[in-house]
């Protein structure tokens, strides 16, 4: 039984199918015979048939169904062959609205009825197959699409490349004619020609670029004359710069013998692959068979399919402009290279899992250990993520900003059904809402998951505050408080002034203590635990600025509030109180501000003049110049400035003053207009008398 589909055409071009050959079976595959339908072929019998869901195995595609659950659904697929046997149950069953095979048109007789049923017949219901079987052991590549079968051959096999133009015609004016749209059309025929270039009879190229232009994908069979050619080149029309041309590998990877090739083919399975086939081929009665084939024409269709799934995962994740270009790159980029050792050249094998998982990013940690951190939720704030295949899951954590009852609302899309998990436990949503209370400075983490389908989700956060019963201070500059404390304290205050505003547990060494800092909203500005002996917080205030503070632990000490040192345009000012103060100043690399047991820093680079004004108390000024310059320092009762070192420094009000410096520095010390006392020795000079008393140590001149 051995037919050639083939006519000699105006211009002696030859056109026909591109098997290289077929094999007959029963179900059980007991009974063989060969159907020789390629012109370079013997007839023969082959040994090896594969299923589509065993040849899927290579390629990822049942990885693509079995964890995205991607079908191809919402597309039609135009299959250009010799029909498509419709009543095939794995085909839809039926022809029309309401069937998978939802339209057509038989070019060849020139009537609405492009059933495969010619004698020579079976080739273009074997590509539908590949693209599309809903059987569950022959399942196609994108079994959720729908097809229209445009017939090119008449019933003995014969066609025309005007037939061929005609039918591209006919899907540039269609693509919207349908419930779905026409995104993918296949060609599994070709010429006798073997190039990278287009012959000068080529007569598709305009309905080609109009097509390629409105974003289809064209895939078309590369031909299966290597043989005979034995060089780099394609058939007719895969040669066209606007389809991307497919050729043939086998079950071992390496590229079939009768496969063309060049490099910009894309490479898929194409021996032996079992797909439907019409029922006349066994006598009559409905279609409900399958056959294997060998051939580009196998493989063509394979990767028409698979650019039907790509693009829905691209369409998934919401990618603008999808086109046969964007389609191709993708599947090029993340193909596996294989070198044929034929030509010497390393070709393209489709892998569509590295594909998909190129599209279809997930954006955040699979389990609690390596969960995305989100920062801060203060309430307002809008996370969004992607479950992108069934057994996704998404692990985020955040810390709390504010105490109170917060609310975490979901919207999802696709057929996404969210699963939700609260610190590794499952969570009941209400409605679509997840409330639970939270404690500022507490980290909570968040598992997503889907029940059943795969989808996108948004997450929307708003906190009911708690009602805090703390201590008012009132307004603070500089303030001590003894605290005793188990469990947990609470007090309210507002700045005195702009700058910096210290929060400091002092003392604490040995002890468990943390101290917290909100703002008037409840908002955590920060926290501090103990570190060495402190725990310690600053922030920058504004006057009247309500903040809270919130002790945790249990252990006895001083909470220190101090609003006295502000920083603006270069110049640092440190205020006193009305109690006595100690302020040192330490120059060097960076400059060290204490003020009254509280520690500041400050970049060198950033100051031109430190002021400290003190007020009421017997207060000290302890200056230590680190910074090895030619500093001059004039010293008088209650006063000193220094300048010399980069920037100024003047204290007032300051009954006792420390100078600590270098043999480069030159102080002057002033007497007061009382009697007064000046000692000098060695490296150390004083100047004391009637409310003040001021040293000097390790200067060069005195």
């Given amino acids: 039984m051995s037919h050639q589909w083939n006519e000699a055409f105006e211009k002696n071009a030859r056109f026909e199918t591109l098997e290289s050959r077929i094999v007959l079976s029963a179900d059980a595959l007991t009974n063989f015979a060969t159907l020789d339908i390629d012109h370079t072929s013997t007839d023969q019998i082959q040994t090896t048939a594969v299923s589509l869901n065993q040849v899927h195995q290579q390629t990822g595609v049942n990885h693509i169904h079995q964890n995205y659950g991607f079908h191809g659904n919402g597309q039609t697929v135009v299959v250009i062959d010799s029909g498509i046997a419709w009543d095939h149950y794995a085909l839809g069953g039926g022809y029309g609205q309401g069937f998978r095979v939802v339209g057509g048109w038989d070019f060849a007789q020139n009537d609405a009825n492009p059933f495969d049923s010619g004698s020579a017949g079976f080739h273009g219901t074997h590509v539908a197959g590949i693209i599309g079987s809903s059987d569950a052991n022959n399942l196609g590549v994108a079994s959720g699409v729908d097809l229209v079968a445009l017939r090119v051959f008449n019933d003995s096999g014969a066609g025309s490349l005007e037939h061929v133009r005609q039918a591209l015609a006919w899907v540039n004016n269609n693509i919207n004619t349908f419930e779905n749209p026409i995104t993918t059309v296949n060609l599994s025929l070709g010429t006798n020609w073997n190039s990278n270039q287009v012959p000068f009879w080529a007569n598709l190229e305009s309905e080609f670029a109009q097509l390629e232009s409105k974003g289809v994908f064209i895939s078309v069979a590369a031909g299966n004359s290597f043989q005979n050619f034995q060089s780099v080149g394609v058939s007719y029309p895969a040669a066209s710069s606007h389809v991307v041309p497919v050729s043939s590998h086998g079950q071992s990877g390496v590229m079939s013998s009768f496969s063309q090739r060049n490099d910009r083919v894309l490479v898929a399975p194409g021996e032996g692959i079992r797909s439907t086939v019409p029922g006349h081929l066994f006598g009559s009665g409905p279609s409900t068979q399958f056959l294997a084939a060998s051939g580009t024409s196998m493989a063509a269709p394979y990767v028409a399919g698979a650019s039907v799934l790509l693009r829905e995962a691209m369409q998934f994740m919401g990618y603008k402009n999808i086109d046969q270009d964007a389609i191709y790159d993708r599947l090029r980029e993340t193909a596996n290279r294989v070198f044929d050792s034929v030509t010497g050249l390393t070709y393209h094998h489709v892998n569509l899992r590295a594909a998909m998982e190129s599209v279809v990013v997930d954006l955040h940690g699979d389990t609690m250990a390596a969960a995305t951190n989100i920062g801060t939720l203060n309430g307002g704030e809008q996370l969004a993520g992607t479950i992108g295949t069934f057994s996704d899951k998404d692990f985020v954590n955040f810390t709390a900003g504010r105490s109170g009852t917060l609310t975490l609302t979901f919207q999802q899309t696709h057929d996404l059904a969210l699963q939700v998990q609260l610190n590794g436990q499952a969570a009941t949503l209400n409605g679509n809402s997840l409330t639970f209370a939270v404690v500022a400075g507490q980290t909570y983490t968040l598992g997503l998951s889907s029940s059943s389908g795969i989808g996108h989700y948004s997450i929307a956060s708003s906190i009911q505050l708690q009602n805090i019963q703390a201590t008012d201070l009132g307004s603070v500059f500089g303030r001590s408080i003894d605290v005793q404390n188990v469990g947990e304290q609470w007090y309210q205050m507002t700045a005195g002034r702009n700058g910096l505003f210290a929060f400091q547990l002092p003392g604490l060494a040995g002890q468990n203590a943390s101290l917290q800092v909100f703002n008037a909203q409840q908002q955590l500005l920060g926290s501090a635990t103990v570190n060495g002996n402190s725990a310690v917080f600053q922030t920058q205030a504004q006057a009247g600025e309500t903040f809270f503070v919130r002790l945790q632990g249990e252990f006895s ?109 030159n102080v002057r010390l002033y007497d007061s207009v009382g009697d007064d006392t000046f000692t000098a020795r060695a490296g150390h000079s004083e100047m004391q008398g009637s409310g003040y008393h001021n040293q000097v140590y390790g200067v060069g001149r005195v």
């Fill in 557 to 665: 000490g001083t909470l220190q509030l101090q609003n006295l040192v502000t920083l603006q345009n270069g110049v640092l000012t440190v205020n006193g109180t009305n109690q006595a103060d100690q302020v040192q100043i330490r120059d060097g690399a960076h400059v060290a501000v204490t003020v009254n047991g509280v520690d500041y820093s400050f970049a060198r680079s950033s100051l031109n003049r430190i002021q400290v004004f003190a007020h009421g108390g017997q207060n000290q000024l302890n200056m230590v110049q680190d910074y090895v310059g030619n500093q001059t320092a004039h010293i008088h009762k209650n006063q000193i400035y220094v300048v010399g070192s980069g920037y100024e420094i003047i204290a007032t009000n300051v009954q006792n003053i420390v100078y600590r410096g270098h043999a480069l520095d």
